[in-house]
């Protein structure tokens, strides 16, 4: 390649450069602002912290951080309790969208190759109402006088008032309805790429369906596997609206153990330690999320 | 795959078509309710609607939410094209795992951590919590999402365009607005509408980075939720709903319309 002057490629550089400091600025930094804080002292004052880091006395500052945050977070089993909980509501519920979004993505990957564009738009529309409206939307539905009591009581089914709303099976149905683009979408992906053919020759071979299902098709279709159950659970892991809006006050969930921490007791440190514990838990799911999502976008033809 | 849809397959899209569009529909149905009781109906009215547009606070939030909206998502468009250039164009330049890692990770990084995160940046440099710190959260989000849109794009498009371009002696920068640009036009388009979206829906990071002089959209409605359902909520609900739905439309009809351009010109 020819060197090209000076002023140029400063130009070309700037392409990266903007948006590598904006994340780093904006991104990066306020994660180590993070971690320094959780490493503080909770103060009565504005803001509600003691601030640690002092230029001019670097050892000072060294000295004065300590883990008591997380001790707390340690002592009390409240924190433990609500991690689990976090983990366990958000396994169920990928667990719980794999059996409802695959249905739906092989019936799409199936459908006559004119109908598809319209059915993947189909999916992907509700995303683009408000997720606030969407789960606002559920608290109409579940309540004991909601539209889900009146409708099996017209049918007869029931003759009590269904009270989910405030339960966790509130908070699996706010989070399958919520995050089935997410899982729906990579399967689909995978699904329409497979090779039909192959299911064919199963099947003169003498394979039963079932078997060419489970031997083909659920191979073929893991990389959406992986995909979507990443994008569904990491988030939902953290998730405050749904738990918050749908659940009931014995819905633990660390997310909104965080929230509680800044917003109602306003312990800044305590809730900074909570977001790092929060970050730990899926450090390792997002790392592999980063890694899947990169090769795919990289090895596309 | 091209077979018929077996009845098992046509069952789990009209199952799964009813359970996504249901709520919806039912919310935009009870917005012209003229009970006061959200689940009982008692004739069509459309008086949630006046009632909505006199509520001076909530028409406020409104405001401040389509300027943060918009805003936010300009400088997500620009910052998001540049990455995504970066990402596909520049191949391997230093710190490119890092930068990557940053693209993805705040798309799945629950919510509640940037909220805070930015929210103890923004105090610690001592600016105000308000209208400029919500844009700011609002950019670094929905950067990530145009990044990865645009990014898509670039990937399958043909190289030998520009190529072309360059050998004919165009310089880099014109290549770029006279081909490229104009190429990868609907995903930026795409990436633009989303990144709108996303920060007129945003509830958590807003909370976070919102401050006394500006409150959005959607913190008014979350306050008002935790009160109990309300039709003056399922109006405004309606009203997002539908400019989603046109907005959707419109970018749809685009894509189609810049798409039978590629193929005619193809031709």
């Known amino acids: 390649m020819i060197a090209r002057p000076f002023p140029k490629r400063l130009a070309s550089a700037l392409v990266p450069a903007v ?76 667990a719980l969208l794999l059996l409802v979004g695959f249905p739906i993505a092989y019936a799409m990957a199936r459908a006559p190759a004119r109908h598809r564009p319209l059915l993947v738009a189909l999916v992907i529309l509700p995303f683009w109402t408000s997720f606030l409206i969407r789960i606002y939307a559920w608290v109409a539905i579940l309540k004991p006088e909601g539209f889900l009591t009146q409708a099996l009581m017209a049918l007869g089914i029931i003759s009590e008032p269904l009270s989910i709303l405030n339960t966790e099976t509130a908070v699996y149905i706010g989070i399958v309805y919520a995050y089935l683009p997410f899982m729906v979408l990579p399967l689909y992906a995978t699904l329409e ?64 153990q965080l929230w509680s921490e800044f917003f109602s007791n306003r312990d800044w440190p305590l809730a900074s330690a909570v977001a790092i514990l929060l970050l730990i838990i899926l450090v390792v799911p997002i790392v592999i999320y980063r890694d899947v999502e990169a090769r795919r976008l990289e090895t596309r033809p | ?107 799945v990084m629950p919510e509640v951590i940037t909220g805070l995160s930015l929210l103890l940046f923004f105090v610690a440099i001592g600016l105000d919590r308000g209208f400029w710190t919500i844009t700011l959260a609002h950019t670094t989000l929905t950067m990530c999402f145009v990044t990865v849109v645009v990014q898509a794009r670039l990937m399958t498009f043909d190289r030998s365009l520009e190529e072309a371009a360059m050998d004919l002696g165009a310089p880099p920068l014109r290549t770029f607005f006279s081909v490229t640009l104009p190429l990868i036009a609907p995903s930026i388009v795409a990436g633009f509408l989303l990144a709108f979206t996303l920060s007129m829906d945003d509830l958590v990071i807003a909370s976070f980075n919102a401050g006394p002089g500006a409150t ?49 010109n193809a031709h």
Do not use: H
């Open chain 2, 1 to 107: 795959m091209n077979r018929r849809l077996s009845l098992f397959n046509v069952t789990s899209l009209v199952l799964g078509f009813a359970f996504l569009y249901l709520p919806i529909l039912l919310l935009v149905v009870f917005s012209f309710n003229a009970s006061r009781l959200v689940t009982v109906w008692g004739g069509f009215s459309t008086q949630w609607y006046v009632a909505l547009f006199r509520n001076e606070p909530l028409m406020e939030a409104a405001w401040v939410t389509l300027r943060i909206a918009f805003l936010s998502a300009i400088l997500a468009t620009v910052l998001g094209t540049l990455a995504a250039l970066a990402l596909t164009r520049y191949g391997r330049f230093p710190g490119r795992t890092l930068f990557t890692g940053m693209v993805y990770a705040p798309m």
């Open chain 1, 193 to 256: 790429k497979m090779d039909d053919t192959l299911i064919e020759a199963a099947l003169d071979l003498g394979c039963p369906p079932w078997r060419a299902f489970w031997a083909i098709t659920v191979p073929l279709a893991m990389p959406g596997v992986v995909a979507g159950s990443l994008l569904c659970f990491i988030p939902a892991v953290g998730e405050f609206v749904i738990p918050d809006l749908l659940g009931g006050s014995e819905t633990l969930m660390i997310g909104r």
């Open chain 1, 19 to 94: 948006p590598y400091l904006w994340l780093i600025l904006l991104f990066l930094v306020p994660f180590l602002i993070v971690l320094k804080i959780s490493l503080s002292d909770p103060a009565v004052a504005q803001p509600p912290y003691k601030p640690v880091f002092d230029w001019n006395d670097v050892l000072g500052f060294l000295s004065q951080l300590d883990l008591e945050n997380f001790e707390t977070l340690v002592g009390d089993d409240l924190y433990l309790r609500a991690t689990l909980s976090s983990v366990r509501i958000a396994a169920i519920s990928t």
């Open chain 2, 216 to 264: 959005t959209l959607p913190i008014k409605i979350y306050s008002q939720v935790r009160l109990g359902l309300s039709p003056e909520v399922n109006a405004a609900s309606a009203i997002l709903i539908g400019i989603v739905a046109v907005g959707v439309a419109t970018a749809t009809l685009l894509s189609k319309r810049s798409a039978l351009r590629t193929q005619r």
